[in-house]
Every structure is written in C-alpha cells, then in structure tokens.
C-alpha cells in the first residue's frame, strides 16, 4: 500500500531564511510525487510535481523539490521565504490508474517577522 | 476558461440527514474525482468517476456513493450523516482517468454535521 509521511507538523521559519519541508513516501513502483499548497479555507494549489527524468523539479512561487529514489523523498526547499507563503503543505503520491492521490498529513508553515 | 467549481461552498446539516454535493469539471476533463479532508488531516481519496463509472474507490463506507453525468458533471451523496463526516469535500478532475499529472483541485465544499 502507498503512504507519505510528513514527519513535521509545524515548521517556524523566519521571514527571508530558508525553508525544507520533509516528505517520504512508500510505493510498489516509480511513483508521481507532488507538493500541494493549501491557504485556510482553500482548495489545494499544485506547487510542482515529479513523474521522471531530472531528479531536481522548479515550480512555481520560487519552490523546487528533489527526488531522491534511494531515501523515497522528495522534500521541498525554498532559499528564502516570504510572510505570505504561511499556509500547510502536502506532499502526495500516486501513480496513476484509478486508485487517486494518497497525502500526507500535512506540515503547518508559520512565518515569524 | 473556469476551473473545478464546487456548491455549495458551505453546508450544515444534522445527523442522519442525507447531503448532496455537486462539482463541475474543467471544461473537456471527463474524469473527476472526489476525497475528503478532516480537519488537521490531509485529503483523502473517495472515489474517481470516468464515463459515468466508478473507476475506483478508497476505504470509505456505502453510505458514500456518487454519480457522474453525460456533461461529466458530479454528484457526492453522503446518506446517514455522521458527525465524523465533517469535513472538506474536495472535488477534482483530470482529462481522462488516472492522469494524475494534470490534476486539478476545487476550492471544496465544508460540511459540518451538528
């Protein structure tokens, strides 16, 4: 069975430092990774995804993630946060078919001045 | 051109009651697909619908069932709310089924069961 896990629930970071945002997964093959955004209220916002090829992926916001098949993670980055990227962060997995995405539990970002 | 759309954004209902949520595609998407998210949790896969067919389902009980329309438009319907069933219904839809890869989320339907 696939799972993610999200190993921190709340993150503090200071405005303007950097940012990484832990994300391991367990699947049976070559998985589809993605980060989700979430603002409180809101639907999920897609930050960038992984299906092959060049293991390092840029999305959009100044966002990147690596796949590392050997460590099944795919932790997200951002060299410098802004007040406004304060929201939860989900990292899922899924490899197509119709079985869906499965998630993580989220990780609560909070931007200190 | 519009994305997912989701009524209502925001329902109460009692226990028992039954609920019927609605979630329109992406214009040319023909498959869509419905989870939940629990407060504090991550979303949940329900169920995905493709050619008016339940393709595939999660670990969620009967009571959930939906249906999916020629327009590929979708009905959640949730019989015998429990108050463990408030929660963020999020629907999504992709082009044809399993192309997780083109995604896309709506802005969900909050249910609150009192």
């Known amino acids: 069975a696939q799972s993610v896990t999200q190993p921190d629930i709340h993150i503090t970071v200071s405005e303007g430092a950097s940012l990484e945002l832990r994300c391991n997964y367990s699947?049976?093959?070559?998985?589809?990774l993605f980060w989700y955004v979430q603002s409180p209220g809101q639907g999920l916002q897609l930050l960038l995804k992984?299906?092959?090829?060049?293991?390092l992926v840029q999305g959009i916001k100044g966002f990147e993630a690596e796949f590392k098949r050997s460590q099944s993670s795919f932790n997200l980055r951002k060299p410098s946060v802004h007040w406004s990227d304060a929201a939860e962060y989900f990292c899922?997995?899924?490899?197509?078919?119709?079985?869906?995405?499965?998630f993580g539990k989220g990780t609560h970002l909070i931007i200190q001045p | 051109d519009a994305g997912v759309t989701q009524s209502p954004t925001h329902l109460i209902k009692t226990r028992g009651q039954h609920v019927t949520l609605r979630c329109s595609p992406i214009?040319?998407?023909?498959?869509v697909s419905w989870y939940q998210q629990v407060l504090g949790q991550g979303p949940q896969f329900i169920f995905q619908?493709?050619?008016?067919?339940?393709?595939g389902r999660g670990n969620f009980p009967d009571r959930f069932s939906a249906r999916q329309f020629p327009n590929y438009s979708s009905e959640l319907n949730v019989n015998a709310l429990l108050l463990g069933d408030s929660a963020l219904y999020l629907c999504?839809?992709?082009?044809?089924?399993?192309?997780?890869?083109?995604?896309?989320f709506g802005s969900g339907t909050q249910l609150s069961v009192l």
């Open positions: 214009s040319g998407h023909k498959s």
């Open positions: 619908y493709y050619e008016k067919e339940e393709r």
């Open positions: 699947y049976g093959a070559t998985p589809y």
């Open positions: 899922a997995v899924g490899g197509g078919g119709a079985d869906g995405l499965t």
């Open positions: 999504a839809s992709s082009p044809d089924m399993g192309v997780v890869e083109k995604l896309f």
């Open positions: 992984y299906f092959s090829g060049d293991t």
